[in-house]
């Protein structure tokens, strides 16, 4: 029964059958355009979802270098402060020092009589090693 059917159809796909070819192509064709759209849309929110993820990678690392770079700046700042502390040290005893040696140890009356009596008689003898 259903031979006598299907043998008429087939005449007719027989007859038109480029139209047939090309409504099948167009068919595929189609089908494949929505497949790609549907891979497509898969790949971009796969591409969104590593951006995101990159994204929360770099801030992270971000926040961490911001904190090792305050921690640095920390221990800079904490060397500069001992550092100027050593250098204002330094300064007051140079300065101590070199008002020490500025102050006039020596006067005219650097020798007693006795020293004196015994410069004098070198001087005199004309020998410059002491008695």
Known sequence: MYGSAV????????KYKTWVAI???????????????????????AGEQCTA???DIEQKHLKALTEKQNEINQVSADYEATKSE?????????????????????LNHC????????????IASGTSEPP
Request: glycine letters at 2%; a positive charge.
């Open 7 to 14: 043998v008429p159809i087939l005449t007719v796909l027989w």
């Open 23 to 45: 409504a099948a192509f167009f068919i595929l064709y189609v089908g494949q355009i929505a497949y790609t759209d549907h891979l497509s849309k898969k790949l971009r929110v």
């Open 111 to 122: 020798f007693d009589d006795d020293g004196l009596q015994q410069l004098n008689s070198l």
């Open 53 to 55: 993820k990159i994204q």
């Open 86 to 106: 050593q250098r204002v040290q330094v300064e007051t005893v140079t300065r101590e020092v070199q008002k020490i040696i500025d102050r006039p140890v020596y």
